[in-house]
């Protein structure tokens, strides 16, 4: 069954500590996404990686990091720098980049 | 800003009735434009996609027009269904498939079908 699953589908965690979210695809797809959407706005890009031990950085990068050490995982690493991690967290995935992203079912992050 | 960008934030139709959402962009460099939809709580789904070589593609129930002489796309949707309530976003790559590895996606209408 191919498809992009990201885990877990929330997540809680206290002000000040680092949390790392899961993204894996198994579509043999280059390219793969971050993405930060917050209530009501549109997807704001994190990071991006268009092939295995390279990315990079979105339009909101700070107080994120990612790495890409196998084609099918992309975890991205919340760390206690982003001044406000509270947010719904969507990982995608393209065959190429610049091409249809296919998107996993995301993980609401609570930072409390 | 955004080069993407919804002339409605919000739209209501009646169920069974046809809808249309409107997008604008304004780099006429872009070449290739993707529908998503998402309900609530859940990651986007490809609708639909369109090239600048085509002005429309019809999919099953939805039809993508693509005008670039005035730099618009719209999404119809035909005989909406109460499942068709989401928020619909436009999506665009500036260069096209091959040449900018990134997709600028609008702001996204909130679409409700009212039985």
Request: hydrophobic residues 30%.
């Amino acid at each position: 069954d191919g498809g992009i699953t990201q885990s877990p589908k929330y997540l809680f965690r206290k002000e000040g500590q680092n949390v790392t979210l899961s993204c894996e695809q198994n579509l043999n797809h280059d390219a793969m996404y971050w993405y930060r959407q917050d209530p009501g706005q549109g997807l704001r890009l994190i990071y991006y990686s268009q092939i295995v031990n390279d990315f990079q950085k979105g339009d909101i990068a700070e107080g994120y990091s990612v790495s890409r050490e196998k084609k099918e995982s992309f975890p991205l690493t919340v760390t206690s720098a982003q001044k406000n991690p509270t947010a719904f967290y969507l990982c995608a995935s393209s065959p190429w980049a610049g091409g249809e992203q296919y998107f996993g079912p995301g993980t609401r992050l609570t930072v409390t | 800003g955004e080069s993407v960008g919804l002339h409605l934030p919000t739209l209501s139709v009646q169920e069974g009735d046809n809808s249309i959402i409107n997008c604008a962009y304004s780099n006429s460099a872009s070449d290739y434009f993707i529908w998503y939809k998402q309900e609530s709580g859940k990651g986007p789904q490809f609708i639909i996609d369109i090239r600048s070589n085509m002005d429309k593609r019809q999919g099953q129930r939805v039809t993508v027009l693509l005008n670039k002489t005035v730099k618009h796309l719209s999404l119809q949707i035909a005989a909406t269904q109460p499942g068709d309530s989401a928020v619909y976003f436009c999506a665009e790559n500036p260069k096209g498939n091959f040449g900018n590895e990134k997709l600028t996606f609008g702001t996204g209408t909130r679409l409700t079908i009212i039985p």
